[in-house]
C-alpha cells in the first residue's frame, strides 16, 4: 500500500514539472521574441567637396547652367574642334570672349552629345544647322545633361560674317521652340541681319569648301538633306 501511494506521488510530482518546465519554455520564447531591438535608420551624409562638377550640377536647368559653365570654363580652357562628316572636316575656333557658350561647345564635345547627329536644315547660301537627332541614345543622353537654355551674348562686335558658327539665344520669342544649347548653325555667306538676336561664338579656319558641299545637297520641303548628312563626330584639337 505504501509502494503505491509513493508512486502516486513522484508521478504526480514529475507531471507538475513538466508543466512547469513547459510553460517556463514557452515564456522565455515569447519575451525573448518582443524584446529584439527595432534596426536603426543610417542617415548617409555626403561630402559635397568630393563630388565632380558634374555630380554637382547635372541635370542642368535654367537656374544653375550659366553658374556650371562659369566654372567648367575656368577648369576647361579648349577653344579649338573638328567637325567630321563624310563631305570632309571643318575645323572651329571658339571665341574665348563668349564663354559660356565656348564653354557648352565643349562639354557637349567632350561628353559626345554631338556625335552621330545630323546637318538637319541647309539653306544653300545661307546657313547649315546641326545637332539634331532623333536617335534614341541621343536623345536620353541630351536628357541626362538637362534642359537649359543660354542668353545671348551679343556684347564683343561679332558679325556673322560667312564661316561663323552661332547660335539662337534664349530671349528670342518661343526660346524652347527655337533655340537649344545641343543645336548650332555655320553661315555660309554674309548673315548680318542676325547680328544682336544670335550669338556668334566661334568662326571656321579651315573647311569652309565642306560647309559649301553640304549647303548643295538635295534637301526637302523642311530644308533636311534627303540623303542625312551625319555629324560623324566632333572632337578637341590642338
Known sequence: MRGLLLFCVLLLFNCEDKQSKSKKTEKIVTKTDTILPEPEEKVIEIDSSKLTLEERYLPLNDDNAMEFFGEYGEIYKENKVRIYTRFGNIDLELFNKTKYHRANFIFLT???????T????????FVIQGGNSDNIDILRKRKNIGRYLLPPDVR?????????????SGEIRNA?????PF????????????????????HVTRGLEVVDKITEQEVD????????VY????????
Open 118 to 125: 545630323q546637318f538637319h536644315r541647309v539653306v544653300k547660301d
Open 110 to 116: 567632350k561628353n559626345k552629345i554631338f556625335d552621330g
Open 183 to 202: 543645336e548650332f548653325f555655320i553661315t555660309q555667306s554674309n548673315q548680318f541681319h542676325l547680328d544682336g538676336e544670335y550669338t556668334a561664338f566661334g
Open 176 to 180: 524652347y521652340k527655337l533655340a537649344s
Open 156 to 168: 564683343h562686335g561679332y558679325k556673322h560674317r560667312r564661316g561663323i558658327i552661332s547660335i539662337p
Open 221 to 228: 520641303g523642311g530644308h533636311w538633306p534627303i540623303n542625312n
Open 231 to 238: 555629324i560623324t563626330k566632333i572632337e578637341i584639337i590642338d
